[in-house]
């Protein structure tokens, strides 16, 4: 008896060829914006492993066709519109916020240095009950407010959008 090999033929996972850039890596067009590669509407030029492997099946890259490349620019002029809105809003917010004080009640003694300290929670918790919607990392302190008194507090809503309001740190009425 003798042994006779049969061939089986064995399915390969067929890629696309990708068409190659100028320095012989694949050329795509960023959808998101991706660390250490580019932003969001930049032709980039990667590996083609790269390319098959990670940025086209997650979403992050396509082919860098020109049809490509108009809708990336229609996504970004409609993120830019929002963008605008939303500063505008901020703004707003800020001005409000700038004509705002707030009093916040707190245990201390009788030469006037609190038990605890008033700190950026406090000062949020106060700004929720004027409907104002602002976290704790927004407000920022030079350090924990310990006496009674006025204070100026800064706010940082966006890196370009700053503004300033009054904190009154007051004695808790006693009964």
Known sequence: MTKTK????QKRASFKRLPKGPNGGVQLLL??????????G???????GYANNYLIPQGLATLATDHHKRMVEKHKARLQ???????????SMADKL??????IEANANDDGFLYGSVGATE?????????????????KLEGPLKELGLYTVKVHLHPDIQTEMKVWV???AEE
């Open 6 to 9: 049969t061939k089986t033929k």
């Open 31 to 40: 959808i998101q914006s991706v660390d250490h590669l580019g932003s969001q």
């Open 42 to 48: 930049d032709v980039v030029e990667v590996k083609s």
């Open 81 to 91: 519109d929002i963008e605008k809105a939303r500063l505008a809003s901020l703004k």
């Open 98 to 103: 700038s004509k705002q004080s707030v009093t």
């Open 123 to 139: 000062i949020v918790g106060a700004l929720k009950n004027g409907n104002f919607n602002i976290i704790p990392e927004q407000i």
């Open 170 to 172: 007051v004695a808790t």
